[in-house]
Nanobody
Framework: QVQLVESGGGLVQAGGSLRLSCAAS????????AAWFRHTPGKDREFVAA????????LYADSVKGRFTISRDNAKITVYLQMNSLKPEDTAVYYC????????????????WGQGTQVTVSS
């Protein structure tokens, strides 16, 4: 089992920045690929970014490419999402997810999920 806890959400003005953190506990987190998703009421859960477990290769949704950066610190068993140039449409609950196999952008394929952290971007 892997437990994931997100933090770092909040209220920010458009154009601002936030850094989300996803702290893991349980099994060796370096064995897991990780990702961030987001959800807005009335919409499907949306893929944001993913990172591989060994090489830290990354994958981004087109909507955040160039603005968001996913990274991981296996020593601190934490995955980060640096969000810059935030837009009102980035407002959502952001979730961290993990899986032993590479799942890319497929939200239904991840094994472990955090409880989410709210990000609100005002215009």
């Amino acid at each position: 089992q892997v437990q994931l806890v997100e933090s770092g959400g909040g209220l920010v003005q458009a154009g601002g920045s936030l850094r989300l953190s996803c702290a893991a506990s349980g099994r060796t987190f370096s064995n897991y690929n990780a990702a961030w998703f987001r959800h807005t009421p009335g919409k499907d859960r949306e893929f944001v970014a993913a990172i591989t477990r060994i090489t830290s290769s990354t994958l981004y949704a087109d909507s955040v490419k160039g603005r968001f950066t996913i990274s991981r610190d296996n020593a601190k068993i934490t995955v980060y999402l640096q969000m810059n140039s935030l837009k009102p449409e980035d407002t959502a609950v952001y979730y961290c997810a993990a899986a032993g196999a590479w799942r890319g952008s497929g939200s239904t394929l991840y094994d472990y999920w955090g409880q989410g952290t709210q990000v609100t971007v005002s215009s």
